[in-house]
């Protein structure tokens, strides 16, 4: 879809029959380090968890942007795990890979880390370029 994509329509004719009712969100490139999942509050025990972003408004200021939150039970996030796990990048579908912002070689987005600019980038090449943090254990 890219960069064709009208914030007004983000779901276009002949396109995403699935949920062709619901309300359509487009988040954008600018906006896709808004996306968050984790606790609804301060991580007690039994808390639901949260999806939440930001989304493209049709005048396409990023400061008058759209937040979305949607509010996950446990089993909804159990739903969320097992509609993602164990497929390809390529299966996904916003899960491709990239070119490295640092050796320019292909890198899986589940696996890439953002460099300094936030391209996407092998962790090795990050703990090369800017020292590794200590967790990462170099695999």
Request: overall charge negative; charged content about 25%; glycine content about 8%.
């Amino acid at each position: 879809m890219g960069d064709d994509v009208n914030p007004e329509d983000p779901r276009p004719d002949g396109h995403y029959y699935v949920d062709r009712n619901a309300e359509w969100y487009y988040v954008d490139d600018d906006l896709a380090g808004t996306v968050a999942l984790g606790p609804a509050t301060d991580g007690e025990p039994g808390d639901d968890w949260m999806l939440t972003l930001s989304a493209v408004m049709p005048d396409g200021d990023p400061d008058a942007a759209e937040r979305v939150a949607v509010r996950l039970t446990p089993w909804a996030l159990h739903e969320l795990y097992i509609e993602a796990r164990n497929l390809s990048p390529d299966a996904r579908q916003a899960g491709h890979s990239a070119e490295c912002g640092l050796c320019g070689e292909q890198v899986p987005l589940d696996r890439a880390w953002p460099d300094n600019r936030k391209r996407p980038c092998h962790p090795d090449c990050y703990a090369d370029a800017f020292g590794a943090p200590p967790w990462y254990d170099g695999q």
